[in-house]
């Protein structure tokens, strides 16, 4: 059974930095329905809002995609070794205040589309503030 499981959120001055971590357990072993065949993504929820995608990291070949938002500031990598995926968050803004979510979709599937992903984890709150 596939868990997904997020930490490292909290409270930050605007232009300071964090990084979220996403730990994904429970892939097969075999590399061709592990890893390779996902892809990870990171959204967010702000008070009032919807889910928004803002990047995503495929398995097979890294690929990886940020939302306008972000670009620039944010940067997902992924440890297959330690079944980790990370979001580094850099220049931070009050507007990035929200409540952030690590997904897994099966499949190397280019979409921030909620519904594609399959296995969610409980959301780490991160606030930016002064």
């Known amino acids: 059974q596939v868990q997904v499981v997020e930490s490292g959120g909290g409270l930050v001055q605007p232009g300071g930095s964090l990084r979220l971590s996403c730990e994904v357990s429970?892939?097969?072993?075999?590399?061709?329905f592990g890893w390779d065949y996902h892809t990870v993504g990171w959204f967010r929820q702000a008070p009032g809002k919807g889910r928004e995608g803002i990047s995503y990291i495929m398995g097979r070949n890294a690929e990886t995609y940020y939302v306008d938002s972000v670009k620039g500031r944010f940067t997902i990598s992924g440890d297959k070794p330690k079944n980790t995926v990370y979001l580094q968050m850099d220049n931070l803004m009050p507007e990035d205040t929200a409540v952030y979510y690590c997904?897994?979709?099966?499949?190397?599937?280019?979409?921030?589309?909620?519904?594609?992903?399959?296995?969610w984890g409980q959301g780490t709150q991160v606030t930016v503030s002064s």
């Open positions: 997904a897994a979709a099966e499949g190397n599937i280019a979409t921030m589309t909620p519904t594609w992903y399959n296995y």
């Open positions: 429970g892939f097969p072993s075999n590399s061709a």
